[in-house]
Nanobody, 126 residues
């Protein structure tokens, strides 16, 4: 059974940092593209970053570029290091996986993802 477990959210002040983790079981990370998404109430879920198989190509939303870094380890865990957090980064963050890859427009589109973890809440105070 494919399962994704997101963790690492919390409450930070503007300018602070958090590292989110996404641990996967039931499949091998290197065969999938893993994405991070976020959602606030009343808005659509938006892509933040992704890391694709087979070469680990990364993509970032404009809002994340220069501040967030996605990476993965050899233990089926993907991380999202978030620095310079802003109040507008406040959201529930989700990790997801799909068996494919492609352009930034594709891998940051939540509609192509098949498997989702539960969200982890990030709150950034001003």
């Amino acid at each position: 059974e494919v399962q994704l477990q997101a963790s690492g959210g919390g409450f930070v002040q503007a300018g602070g940092s958090l590292r989110l983790s996404c641990a996967a079981t039931g499949f091998y990370f290197d065969d999938y593209t893993i994405g991070w998404f976020r959602q606030v109430p009343g808005k659509e879920r938006e892509g933040v970053s992704s890391i694709s198989h087979p070469y680990g190509r990364t993509n970032y939303a404009d809002s994340a570029k220069g501040r967030f870094t996605i990476s993965k380890d050899g233990a089926n865990t993907v991380y999202l290091e978030m620095n310079g957090l802003k109040p507008e980064d406040t959201a529930v963050y989700y990790c997801a996986a799909f068996d494919g890859f492609g352009s930034a427009g594709r891998v940051l589109n939540p509609g192509v993802y098949d498997y989702w973890g539960q969200g982890t809440l990030v709150t950034v105070s001003s």
